[in-house]
């Protein structure tokens, strides 16, 4: 089974935001929820990186570790995923996450945010594959589909990456070892506890 | 031109050649555009000084909070509050319970020695009784709704089943959302109403030294609140007035600050409600099965004469200087 993975080749990102444009309308997810986002590092300055960056389907997750009623799970495919119908809207998954993923439909107390929402991976839910309800609640199940994330499927400079992390992270070696230059692939060594070695 | 100029000349254009033939591809080959560029290998090492740093961008979404772009600070929270707090909690629970059972297999149940008198003396008024069961109703509901978050899914979620536990655990939180409030009023009610019986002196010193009636022999002299009941009190207060503080930044996310914040007061929130829960049991033990008598003071308020003068000696004294113990023919036994 493939181990998926994101991958943001930093050295690529010309932060036009059509990843976090395509999630949104992909996922058709809640207004003031974005799944993806692009930030901007040094911004102005020499150096200055631009990352996309989206929940990482981290090795060993902090938010299924921390989760008090074990909502999470992970598919075959290594993705983490979240059950909606068991989230109680805690909001401790978004305490421990290391790149901010999770995310509430509302702003509120304690409790009243509702359930929390983050990237699938394009991979829905626990509900049946491609059914409505599973669109509801998680948007497009494109993997059933045999189709990768669309963030990553349409961006321009095909600086994101998403697909089996040895597969995408030999890309990125031959375009480090072909341009002679990389920045690393941000939020590895957080995610998976590794860094491409180049 | 002079033939030295020409040399000159030449040497010049001929150096200005070479500097041009040998400098400007090197120069071409050595542009690096990722050589002022952050990489996350630096922001770890950078983590090692300071664990708790936020890589912060820039970012052209409206929630400004997504401009961090990394922030491995949730893992050290994370240990807390998977490993840590779980051994603490399970620590001082079971650890107080069995204390509490040992001490009662080896002491028994405090009796009153001197028999009941048949007389009663007011040791709580209505008021002080109300106040008292409001915050420990309260108090049992938000512990049990507030363990749940820790221990529910390893002791809970394998009984009852996913489904079942989910709503558990919403009405626990919907529960521990509202009762923080009367139980904060509560706390602050007996604050105001009990400290001043609550101040500590030298007879609390005393009664510690003589071991409070609880090791050892006799029963040393103690006002209206004994060493140990002092002992509850600030902890309550102090215990109480840190869970409030801590619950409200809980309760309203982001008043405290960031998720960093929010982390800490997690922390504070749930040491001090772990601990509180194990100063309480002993607090149920030794008000119920611990101690003939004691119950009465916050059941019917009324305490036997007898009770009172063992266990509150200098207070039946004022007591009875300001003439609340009646005296006279009831202390004549009825024959």
């Known amino acids: 089974m493939a181990r998926m993975k994101f991958l943001c080749d930093a050295d690529r990102c010309i932060e036009c935001n059509a990843c976090v444009t395509a999630c949104k309308n992909e996922n058709e997810v809640p207004w003031g929820i974005n799944r993806r986002r692009v930030v901007t590092i040094n911004d102005g300055k020499p150096g200055e990186r631009s990352v996309s960056m989206a929940c990482m389907h981290c090795t060993d997750a902090p938010c299924m570790a921390v989760c008090p009623v074990d909502c999470f799970y992970n598919t075959a495919d290594g993705v983490v995923l979240h059950n909606k119908d068991l989230c109680i809207g805690c909001g401790y998954c978004f305490y421990a996450c290391p790149f901010g993923a999770p995310q509430y439909p509302k702003v509120g107390n304690f409790g009243t945010r509702g359930k929390m929402d983050k ?80 | 031109m002079r033939p030295g100029a020409h040399l000159r000349f030449l040497l010049a254009a001929l150096l200005m050649a070479l500097s041009v033939a040998f400098v400007a591809p090197v120069t071409a080959q050595q542009v690096n555009p990722t050589a002022d560029s952050v990489r996350e290998r630096q922001f770890l090492d950078a983590l090692k000084a300071n664990p708790q740093a936020e890589l912060q961008g820039r970012i052209t979404i409206p929630d400004q909070r997504a401009a961090t772009l990394e922030r491995p600070a949730g893992r050290q929270w994370r240990e807390f ?132 009636g609880i090791v050892g022999k006799g029963h040393p002299p103690a006002r209206r609140f004994n060493g140990g009941q002092k002992v509850v009190f600030w902890s309550v207060v102090i215990g109480g007035a840190l869970l409030s503080v801590s619950g409200i930044y809980l309760i309203f996310p982001f008043v405290a600050g960031g998720v960093l914040e929010l982390q800490f007061w997690n922390v504070v929130h749930g040491v001090v409600a772990v601990l509180m829960v194990a100063l309480i049991l002993a607090h149920i033990y030794i008000g119920t099965i611990g101690m003939e008598g004691a119950f009465d003071a916050m059941g019917s308020g009324e305490v036997d004469l007898n009770w009172a003068k063992t266990h509150h000696s200098l207070w039946v004294e004022e007591e009875q200087k300001k003439g609340h113990v009646p005296a006279g023919p009831n202390l004549q036994p009825a024959e």
């Open chain 1, 119 to 198: 990237c699938t991976y394009c991979s829905g839910g626990p509900e049946v594959d491609l059914s409505p309800a599973e669109f509801q609640k998680y948007g497009s199940n494109r993997l059933a589909e045999g189709k990768l994330p669309l963030c990553a499927e349409m961006c321009s400079t095909k600086s994101l990456l998403a697909g089996d992390g040895e597969i995408i992270a030999q890309i990125y070696k031959e375009r480090v070892v072909k341009r002679g230059y990389g920045s690393g692939a941000w939020g590895w060594q957080t995610a998976y506890k590794e860094t491409i070695a180049i």
């Open chain 2, 81 to 212: 509050q998977q490993v840590t707090i779980v051994w603490i909690g399970a620590i001082v629970v079971l650890g107080m319970l069995a204390v509490l059972t040992l001490f009662y297999l080896i002491r028994g149940r405090i009796r009153l020695e001197a028999g009941p008198s048949g007389r009663t003396i007011t040791r709580f008024n209505a008021f002080e009784r109300f106040m008292h069961w409001l915050t420990a109703a309260c108090f049992v509901l938000l512990a049990l709704s507030g363990l749940n978050v820790t221990f529910g899914k390893l002791l809970l979620l394998p009984l009852i089943g996913p489904e079942a536990f989910t709503n558990l655990s919403v009405a626990a939180k919907w529960a521990h959302n509202f009762l923080a409030w009367p139980f904060m009023l509560g706390i602050a009610l007996m604050f105001l109403v009990w400290i001043k019986d609550n101040i500590p002196g030298l007879v609390d010193v005393k009664w510690f030294a003589a071991g409070g």
